[in-house]
């Protein structure tokens, strides 16, 4: 009858979760997404309004029964005071990425300032042979740039993974 | 006071009255401190020994079991028993001993990283950083471990917050400890609970599938309410052993890969699934996809987790056992009163009558008069000698891992929650003996029975000293057959009879080593010799050791993995045949090896001898 245990589509979800700022908090989380086999594609972590908790942004890729699990066993631990599996397109979502370009002559740098300056990146840093640029925004625009300044070489790049918080006045409350 | 006097003054507050383990260098104060306590402290013979100690006590009793180890390798022997505990929903506080905090991340002698280790096998863990917080941590470890889903919790202290001075007036034991991100479920949802009642109201064939969980939340009142109220038969898991009396006329016995025939069928046939406190482990439901394949489900579990995660289910009730079957009670009597008005009596009739016709046509062979013995033969003649000394509301029995394990789950009836004690989820081999003792001395008055096999009985044999030592009364029965029982059935139905590395020699004489640690020990070859023995072993107040010699081509009916539960195949009884080499053959081989490869007679370990190889 194959009544139980039916493949699902996958998709690409963001899970928001405030747990406590303890130390070993990051490992007791990662080991759990290692240990159960669930696939991280981003983490980001950082300090919340409430001093001592910390948020973090999970992206994570898989069906709909994976992700009841994702929520349901990161619900269990005892640090996790809330989880939330955020509608994707009912939140705010940025990453930050900066990325040194091989810019060796003033046409090359020209051009690559004039992409920013498109995408509303900043220039942090020049130097004769490159260029740093800070660009921010949702991982497709990030995406685009780099696939736009990719031809002048890129040198070194770092994408920080995705960040977000759920549109209007709702928040995640500190209580299970 | 010293922080390890308020480690054990904490201890006390939670009414902690006995404690397995095995000092060491960094709990040294921990120790010192535990010279003036009242707490009984049984020093095993090793860590691992400790920790399955603590989980018997804790399965045995429902109390927390608390063990220590210290740092290094005193944590890491913890480990397998602890895992085993959580594995098995089972409360305990492993407490390891740490290098002095200024020294932590040094490499220190005897550092480990014990809070990373236990991190994926506690249900939650600490390390103490300063003696201040000994207090809270302590009471927030123990309000973790057992409350909700019960499970280990481990406390990592370091030798100098043990040392450390601290004020206890002004850190006094909090009443309440605030744990913002824990907040178990208790009650089901009145509706999810509704709907539950009108399901069973209404189904033509339900089944129950009673788990751990009923025995761990005291539900079993509740169970045999609900089962009599509306004529459901109920089976167990193997942790659900115990849950509900397997005499009762209702009782299918355990469901699974080596579940009973009317189990397996029940569970396969039925249109009402009521799961209470099963997690639907892969040995129960054997095949996901055709498992109870014409049922609704109810899953009732504390923990939502469980729900959804191996079966889908229709209709979910997160909480505590005995609550929601309460609930369902009492919103079943509203509706159809005593009497049951409303149920659907007529066909349940005829279902039960199936499962009975079933039952009559599969009971067991058992009395075997073989030799070497069957070993069912001696699990029915231990049910007759329990029935016939009265004791069937003092045994408890544990078991080790593996066939031994299988043919007292498959074939001893339980009649009582808390009596059969068994590693299931982690099938730990060396479980039986340490949990023995804990069980022991958690219930000092009942009598307890360790089912072993010689594979699993001399992984953990070190703890006949301290069964000696503290003369703990338990009945030791090995069921030696010199072989790696289920690995061996397993080589000989699915690996073509390739046995490999199941077999054991003739060493030891286990009624002389048991002798060389002062225990009584008897040998049994002869079936007729079963019962005797049994009694006199059961009827003495001194550890006692029975040695018997069983069958080692006896298997046991099962699942194939990942098969249907329906399939349910015979062992095929062959008989071992596999050859233990001796070293020197090992020696003549290894050497021989070394002469074709042109090495020196020696070998490679002949210092400074240049030996030639392929370069990569």
Known sequence: MGKHGKKQETSTH???????????????????????????SSITV???????????????????KI???????????IEVIKVSDLDVNKCVKRELCLVKIHTPDESSKSQVIQYTNVFRGKIVDISHESLTVEITGSS??????????????????????LTALMRGPKVLKSKK | ????????????????????????????PFYDALYDS????????????????????????????????????????????????????????????????RLIGNDAFQEIDALGIFMPIVKHNFQIRRS?????????????????RPGPVHIDLPKDVQEEEFDIESNPIPAKVDLPGYKPTLKGHPRQVKMAAKAIMAAERPVIIAGGGVNISNATEELLKLAELCGIPVCTTLMGKGSFPEDHPLSLGMVGMHGTKPANYAVSECDLLIAIGCRFSDRITGDVSSFAPYAKVIHIDIDPAEIGKNVDVDIPIVGD???????????????????????????????????????????????????????????????DVIQELKLKDKIIVTTDVGQNQMWMAHYFKVHLPRTFISSGGLGTMGFGLPAAIGAKIARPESKVVCVTGDGGFMMNIQELATIADYEIPVVICIFDNRTLGMVYQWQNLFYGGRQCNVTFGESPDFVKVAKGFGIEAQRVTDPKDIKEVLREALLSDEPYLIDFVIDPSEGLPMVPPGGKLKNIIEPVRVPPRERIPSFQEIKRKLLGEAREKGLSKDGPQEMGTPVERETY
């Not at chain 1, 405030?18 to 990051?26: S, Y």
């Not at chain 1, 908790?53 to 890729?61: E, S």
């Open chain 1, 14 to 40: 963001i899970i928001s979760a405030l747990v406590l700022n303890n130390p070993g908090v990051l490992q007791r989380i990662a080991g759990l997404f290692s240990r159960r086999g669930y696939n991280i």
């Open chain 1, 46 to 64: 950082g300090t919340t309004e409430t001093p001592n908790m910390a948020r973090m942004t999970i992206v994570v890729k898989g069906d709909d």
């Open chain 1, 67 to 77: 992700l009841e699990q994702v929520v349901k066993q990161l619900n269990k631990l």
């Open chain 1, 140 to 161: 497709d625009k990030i995406d685009a740039f780099i696939d736009l300044v990719r031809t002048f070489g890129i040198k070194e790049m770092a994408r920080t993974g």
């Open chain 2, 1 to 28: 006071m010293k922080g390890a006097e308020a480690f054990i003054k904490a201890l006390e507050y939670e009414g902690v009255r006995v404690i397995f383990g095995y000092p060491g260098g960094a709990l040294l």
């Open chain 2, 38 to 101: 009242d707490l009984i402290h049984i020093l095993t013979r090793h860590e691992q020994g400790a920790a399955h100690a603590a989980d018997g006590y804790a399965r045995a009793s429902g109390k927390v079991g608390v063990c220590v180890g210290t740092s290094g390798p005193g944590a890491t022997n913890l480990v397998t028993g602890v895992a085993t505990a959580y594995a098995d929903s089972s409360p305990v506080i492993a407490i390891t001993g740490q290098v002095p905090t």
């Open chain 2, 132 to 148: 201040k917080d000994i207090p809270a941590t302590v009471r927030a470890a123990f309000e973790i471990a057992k409350t909700g």
């Open chain 2, 321 to 383: 056992a005995k609550l929601v079957l309460r609930d369902i009670i009492a919103c079943l009597l509203k509706i159809c009163g005593t009497e049951g008005k409303g149920l659907n009596n007529q066909n349940r009739e005829e279902w039960l009558r199936y499962l009975e016709s079933l039952k009559r046509s599969n009971i067991p062979k058992m009395d075997y008069e073989d030799i070497p013995i069957k070993p069912q033969r001696i699990v029915k003649e231990l049910m």
